[in-house]
């Protein structure tokens, strides 16, 4: 299992890319607002407080953060 904190201030994916994670992950919005897009076309605003949990392999990508206040996730990745 691995846990980090990752803060965000106004970084979104590049075009084209998506996050294609050998773990599941668990995110959790701690401050901020976030917008994350998946593959097969769920958009989820994101809002402090909200989670969402992303199985291995599911693609996914950040379109866009909050610069301020910073966008705070807390992620925990765990082996699947």
Known sequence: ???????????ASPPG????????????????AAQ????????????PGDWVEIPAHVRHRVEATQAEPPTV????HRKS
């Open 1 to 11: 299992m691995r846990i980090e904190r990752i803060v965000s201030t106004g970084q």
């Open 36 to 47: 994350l897009r998946f593959e097969e076309g769920v958009t989820l605003d994101m809002k």
């Open 17 to 32: 890319f998506w996050y294609d994670q050998a773990d599941d992950e668990l995110v959790v919005l701690l401050s901020g």
């Open 73 to 76: 996730w807390l992620a925990v």
